[in-house]
Protein backbone atom coordinates (compact mmCIF):
# COMPACT_ATOMS: atom_id res chain seq x y z
CA UNK A 1 0.00 0.00 0.00
CA UNK A 2 2.56 2.68 0.78
CA UNK A 3 4.19 2.00 -2.71
CA UNK A 4 1.18 2.27 -4.29
CA UNK A 5 0.71 5.80 -2.19
CA UNK A 6 3.76 6.95 -3.39
CA UNK A 7 3.94 5.99 -6.91
CA UNK A 8 0.38 7.80 -7.11
CA UNK A 9 1.71 11.19 -5.34
CA UNK A 10 4.42 10.73 -7.98
CA UNK A 11 2.08 10.06 -10.63
CA UNK A 12 0.15 13.19 -9.76
CA UNK A 13 3.40 15.59 -9.78
CA UNK A 14 4.15 14.34 -13.30
CA UNK A 15 0.75 14.90 -14.49
CA UNK A 16 0.89 18.60 -13.24
CA UNK A 17 4.00 19.08 -14.90
CA UNK A 18 2.76 17.47 -18.45
CA UNK A 19 -0.55 19.56 -18.04
CA UNK A 20 1.90 22.89 -17.36
CA UNK A 21 2.83 22.06 -21.13
CA UNK A 22 -0.46 21.98 -22.74
CA UNK A 23 0.00 24.56 -25.43
CA UNK A 24 3.29 23.61 -26.14
CA UNK A 25 3.97 20.27 -28.99
CA UNK A 26 5.52 18.92 -25.84
CA UNK A 27 2.41 18.09 -24.73
CA UNK A 28 1.36 16.15 -28.07
CA UNK A 29 4.53 13.87 -27.85
CA UNK A 30 4.29 13.02 -24.35
CA UNK A 31 0.70 11.44 -25.17
CA UNK A 32 2.44 10.06 -28.13
CA UNK A 33 4.97 8.47 -25.56
CA UNK A 34 2.18 7.11 -23.40
CA UNK A 35 0.40 5.47 -26.33
CA UNK A 36 3.18 4.43 -27.66
CA UNK A 37 4.33 2.52 -24.18
CA UNK A 38 0.81 1.23 -24.07
CA UNK A 39 1.07 -0.45 -27.30
CA UNK A 40 4.15 -1.92 -26.48
CA UNK A 41 3.18 -3.34 -23.47
CA UNK A 42 -0.05 -4.47 -25.43
CA UNK A 43 2.19 -6.24 -27.80
CA UNK A 44 3.82 -7.98 -25.10
CA UNK A 45 0.80 -9.13 -23.40
CA UNK A 46 -0.75 -10.67 -26.34
CA UNK A 47 2.00 -12.58 -26.94
CA UNK A 48 4.79 -11.70 -29.27
CA UNK A 49 8.28 -11.61 -28.83
CA UNK A 50 11.50 -9.70 -29.26
CA UNK A 51 11.57 -11.53 -32.92
CA UNK A 52 8.45 -9.91 -34.04
CA UNK A 53 9.36 -6.25 -33.37
CA UNK A 54 8.54 -5.49 -37.15
CA UNK A 55 4.76 -5.84 -35.52
CA UNK A 56 5.11 -3.30 -33.48
CA UNK A 57 7.47 -0.94 -35.16
CA UNK A 58 5.35 -0.68 -38.04
CA UNK A 59 2.41 0.41 -35.65
CA UNK A 60 4.77 3.57 -34.59
CA UNK A 61 4.52 5.98 -37.29
CA UNK A 62 0.45 5.46 -37.08
CA UNK A 63 0.77 6.80 -34.41
CA UNK A 64 2.44 9.85 -34.39
CA UNK A 65 0.38 10.30 -38.06
CA UNK A 66 -3.07 10.16 -35.59
CA UNK A 67 -2.34 12.32 -32.28
CA UNK A 68 -0.02 15.00 -34.18
CA UNK A 69 -2.77 15.29 -37.27
CA UNK A 70 -4.06 18.82 -36.63
CA UNK A 71 -1.26 20.15 -38.81
CA UNK A 72 -1.28 20.40 -42.06
CA UNK A 73 1.68 18.60 -43.30
CA UNK A 74 0.75 15.53 -41.26
CA UNK A 75 -2.91 15.43 -42.74
CA UNK A 76 -1.08 15.15 -46.29
CA UNK A 77 0.82 12.06 -45.50
CA UNK A 78 -2.07 10.10 -42.37
CA UNK A 79 -4.00 8.51 -45.27
CA UNK A 80 -0.87 7.18 -47.44
CA UNK A 81 0.88 5.63 -44.07
CA UNK A 82 -2.46 3.84 -42.54
CA UNK A 83 -3.11 2.67 -45.93
CA UNK A 84 0.93 1.37 -46.45
CA UNK A 85 0.75 0.00 -42.48
CA UNK A 86 -2.30 -1.97 -43.61
CA UNK A 87 -0.92 -3.23 -46.44
CA UNK A 88 2.36 -4.18 -44.62
CA UNK A 89 0.65 -6.57 -41.73
CA UNK A 90 -1.19 -7.85 -44.73
CA UNK A 91 2.16 -8.79 -47.23
CA UNK A 92 3.59 -9.96 -43.16
CA UNK A 93 0.55 -12.22 -42.66
CA UNK A 94 1.16 -14.01 -46.33
CA UNK A 95 4.71 -14.21 -46.19
CA UNK A 96 4.85 -15.81 -42.59
CA UNK A 97 1.50 -17.51 -42.59
CA UNK A 98 3.02 -20.26 -40.84
CA UNK A 99 4.26 -18.47 -38.26
CA UNK A 100 2.34 -15.28 -37.62
CA UNK A 101 -0.62 -16.14 -35.92
CA UNK A 102 -3.88 -13.97 -37.27
CA UNK A 103 -5.66 -14.02 -34.30
CA UNK A 104 -2.64 -12.26 -32.18
CA UNK A 105 -1.62 -10.14 -34.91
CA UNK A 106 -5.81 -9.03 -34.61
CA UNK A 107 -5.38 -9.06 -31.04
CA UNK A 108 -2.81 -6.69 -31.18
CA UNK A 109 -4.56 -4.75 -33.70
CA UNK A 110 -7.93 -4.25 -31.96
CA UNK A 111 -5.62 -3.14 -28.24
CA UNK A 112 -4.21 -0.66 -30.33
CA UNK A 113 -6.99 1.32 -32.09
CA UNK A 114 -8.82 1.35 -28.74
CA UNK A 115 -5.32 3.17 -27.10
CA UNK A 116 -5.06 5.45 -29.81
CA UNK A 117 -8.40 6.35 -29.67
CA UNK A 118 -8.48 6.77 -25.94
CA UNK A 119 -4.89 8.32 -25.77
CA UNK A 120 -6.29 10.96 -29.08
CA UNK A 121 -9.17 12.28 -27.15
CA UNK A 122 -6.81 14.13 -25.00
CA UNK A 123 -5.32 15.85 -27.83
CA UNK A 124 -8.20 16.36 -29.88
CA UNK A 125 -9.82 18.52 -26.69
CA UNK A 126 -7.02 20.59 -26.98
CA UNK A 127 -7.51 21.39 -30.80
CA UNK A 128 -11.37 21.64 -30.16
CA UNK A 129 -10.95 23.97 -27.62
CA UNK A 130 -7.88 26.11 -28.33
CA UNK A 131 -7.62 28.56 -24.86
CA UNK A 132 -7.23 31.53 -27.16
CA UNK A 133 -11.37 30.77 -27.38
CA UNK A 134 -12.44 28.89 -24.63
CA UNK A 135 -10.26 29.35 -21.80
CA UNK A 136 -9.01 26.12 -19.74
CA UNK A 137 -12.27 24.49 -20.88
CA UNK A 138 -10.33 21.73 -22.62
CA UNK A 139 -8.15 21.12 -19.66
CA UNK A 140 -10.97 21.11 -17.22
CA UNK A 141 -12.60 18.02 -19.49
CA UNK A 142 -9.53 16.32 -19.47
CA UNK A 143 -9.25 16.38 -15.64
CA UNK A 144 -12.16 15.28 -16.06
CA UNK A 145 -11.94 12.59 -17.59
CA UNK A 146 -9.00 11.48 -15.10
CA UNK A 147 -11.18 12.45 -12.01
CA UNK A 148 -13.80 10.01 -13.36
CA UNK A 149 -11.88 6.98 -14.15
CA UNK A 150 -9.11 7.34 -11.31
CA UNK A 151 -11.93 8.13 -8.96
CA UNK A 152 -14.24 5.42 -9.79
CA UNK A 153 -11.21 2.80 -9.61
CA UNK A 154 -10.03 4.44 -6.24
CA UNK A 155 -13.23 4.38 -4.64
CA UNK A 156 -14.67 0.74 -5.83
CA UNK A 157 -10.59 -1.05 -4.46
CA UNK A 158 -11.48 0.84 -1.04
CA UNK A 159 -15.02 -0.26 -1.43
CA UNK A 160 -14.44 -3.80 -2.71
CA UNK A 161 -11.81 -4.28 0.33
CA UNK A 162 -14.32 -2.73 3.29
CA UNK A 163 -17.34 -3.99 2.02
CA UNK A 164 -17.12 -6.45 -1.03
CA UNK A 165 -19.35 -9.55 -0.38
CA UNK A 166 -21.31 -10.54 -4.16
CA UNK A 167 -18.80 -11.15 -6.78
CA UNK A 168 -19.45 -9.00 -9.87
CA UNK A 169 -17.12 -10.93 -12.52
CA UNK A 170 -15.41 -13.58 -11.02
CA UNK A 171 -14.09 -15.41 -14.32
CA UNK A 172 -12.54 -12.60 -15.35
CA UNK A 173 -11.79 -10.46 -12.11
CA UNK A 174 -12.00 -12.53 -9.00
CA UNK A 175 -11.56 -9.54 -6.56
CA UNK A 176 -13.82 -7.24 -8.16
CA UNK A 177 -17.31 -6.76 -6.06
CA UNK A 178 -20.97 -5.46 -6.58
CA UNK A 179 -19.96 -3.56 -3.90
CA UNK A 180 -17.29 -2.29 -4.99
CA UNK A 181 -18.50 -1.30 -8.16
CA UNK A 182 -21.55 0.90 -6.28
CA UNK A 183 -18.48 2.24 -4.51
CA UNK A 184 -16.69 3.55 -7.80
CA UNK A 185 -20.09 5.10 -9.43
CA UNK A 186 -20.19 7.36 -6.14
CA UNK A 187 -16.52 7.64 -6.42
CA UNK A 188 -16.69 8.86 -9.98
CA UNK A 189 -20.11 11.23 -9.24
CA UNK A 190 -18.16 13.04 -6.29
CA UNK A 191 -14.98 13.55 -7.81
CA UNK A 192 -16.49 14.91 -10.45
CA UNK A 193 -18.30 17.48 -8.71
CA UNK A 194 -15.47 18.50 -6.47
CA UNK A 195 -13.63 19.12 -10.52
CA UNK A 196 -16.14 20.85 -11.37
CA UNK A 197 -16.69 23.29 -8.39
CA UNK A 198 -12.52 23.80 -8.52
CA UNK A 199 -12.68 24.75 -12.22
CA UNK A 200 -15.49 27.04 -11.86
CA UNK A 201 -14.03 28.86 -8.86
CA UNK A 202 -11.13 29.59 -10.31
CA UNK A 203 -12.03 29.88 -14.24
CA UNK A 204 -11.94 32.99 -16.15
CA UNK A 205 -15.36 34.18 -15.59
CA UNK A 206 -15.56 34.65 -18.82
CA UNK A 207 -15.36 31.09 -19.76
CA UNK A 208 -18.10 30.72 -22.52
CA UNK A 209 -19.53 26.98 -21.38
CA UNK A 210 -19.95 27.78 -17.27
CA UNK A 211 -21.07 31.29 -18.08
CA UNK A 212 -24.86 31.32 -16.65
CA UNK A 213 -24.75 27.57 -16.55
CA UNK A 214 -22.88 26.24 -13.77
CA UNK A 215 -25.72 25.41 -11.86
CA UNK A 216 -27.79 23.26 -13.82
CA UNK A 217 -24.15 21.77 -15.43
CA UNK A 218 -23.67 19.94 -11.44
CA UNK A 219 -26.22 17.27 -12.48
CA UNK A 220 -25.06 16.80 -15.62
CA UNK A 221 -21.14 16.24 -14.45
CA UNK A 222 -23.37 13.42 -12.08
CA UNK A 223 -25.11 11.92 -14.95
CA UNK A 224 -22.13 11.40 -16.66
CA UNK A 225 -20.05 10.46 -14.17
CA UNK A 226 -22.28 7.28 -13.65
CA UNK A 227 -22.17 6.25 -16.98
CA UNK A 228 -18.20 7.03 -16.98
CA UNK A 229 -18.08 4.75 -14.02
CA UNK A 230 -19.96 2.01 -16.08
CA UNK A 231 -17.30 2.48 -18.26
CA UNK A 232 -14.29 2.41 -16.46
CA UNK A 233 -15.36 -0.95 -15.09
CA UNK A 234 -15.41 -2.24 -18.89
CA UNK A 235 -12.51 -0.83 -19.33
CA UNK A 236 -11.05 -2.64 -16.20
CA UNK A 237 -12.62 -5.47 -17.28
CA UNK A 238 -11.79 -5.37 -20.53
CA UNK A 239 -7.81 -5.37 -19.74
CA UNK A 240 -8.23 -7.68 -16.95
CA UNK A 241 -9.99 -10.56 -19.53
CA UNK A 242 -6.37 -9.93 -22.06
CA UNK A 243 -4.26 -10.44 -18.60
CA UNK A 244 -5.79 -13.96 -17.72
CA UNK A 245 -6.48 -15.19 -21.17
CA UNK A 246 -2.83 -14.74 -21.65
CA UNK A 247 -1.95 -15.72 -18.10
CA UNK A 248 -0.04 -12.24 -16.85
CA UNK A 249 -0.15 -10.33 -13.81
CA UNK A 250 0.22 -7.19 -14.99
CA UNK A 251 1.32 -5.37 -18.46
CA UNK A 252 4.48 -4.38 -16.91
CA UNK A 253 6.37 -2.46 -14.10
CA UNK A 254 6.88 1.34 -14.70
CA UNK A 255 4.45 1.85 -11.99
CA UNK A 256 5.72 0.12 -8.77
CA UNK A 257 3.09 -1.48 -7.12
CA UNK A 258 0.32 -0.24 -9.75
CA UNK A 259 1.84 -1.92 -13.20
CA UNK A 260 2.42 -0.64 -16.23
CA UNK A 261 0.73 1.67 -18.31
CA UNK A 262 -2.32 -0.38 -19.48
CA UNK A 263 -3.00 -1.21 -15.76
CA UNK A 264 -3.11 2.36 -14.67
CA UNK A 265 -4.90 3.75 -17.82
CA UNK A 266 -7.23 0.57 -18.47
CA UNK A 267 -10.26 2.63 -16.41
CA UNK A 268 -9.73 5.40 -18.69
CA UNK A 269 -9.83 3.96 -22.23
CA UNK A 270 -14.02 4.21 -22.61
CA UNK A 271 -14.36 7.16 -20.57
CA UNK A 272 -12.33 9.29 -22.50
CA UNK A 273 -13.65 8.60 -25.43
CA UNK A 274 -17.06 8.72 -24.10
CA UNK A 275 -16.45 12.49 -22.96
CA UNK A 276 -15.11 13.37 -25.31
CA UNK A 277 -17.84 12.71 -27.76
CA UNK A 278 -20.06 14.49 -25.30
CA UNK A 279 -18.19 17.09 -24.79
CA UNK A 280 -18.29 17.78 -29.09
CA UNK A 281 -21.37 16.71 -30.41
CA UNK A 282 -23.79 17.64 -26.89
CA UNK A 283 -21.79 20.52 -24.97
CA UNK A 284 -20.32 22.29 -28.75
CA UNK A 285 -21.47 20.80 -31.34
CA UNK A 286 -21.48 23.85 -33.35
CA UNK A 287 -17.63 24.58 -32.74
Not at 68 to 86: F, K, R
Not at 98 to 110: I, M, N, P
Request: aromatic share 16%.
Amino acid sequence: MKTRIITAVVGIAVLIAVMCLFDTLLFDLVIAALTLLAMHEAWQAVGFQKKDWYIYAAAVPTVFMVLLCHYHAVQLLILPVLTCTAIFYAVCLVLRSTTLDFGRLSSFALFSCVILLSFYSFVYLKYRLPRAEYSAEAIYFIVLILCYAWGGDTFAYFAGRFFGKHKLAPIVSPKKTVEGAIGGILGCVLLGEICTYVYQNIADKSDIFFHGVAPAFYLVVAVLGVIAAVLGILGDLFASVVKRQHGIKDYGTIFPGHGGILDRFDSVLFVSLFVCMTVRYAFYFAA
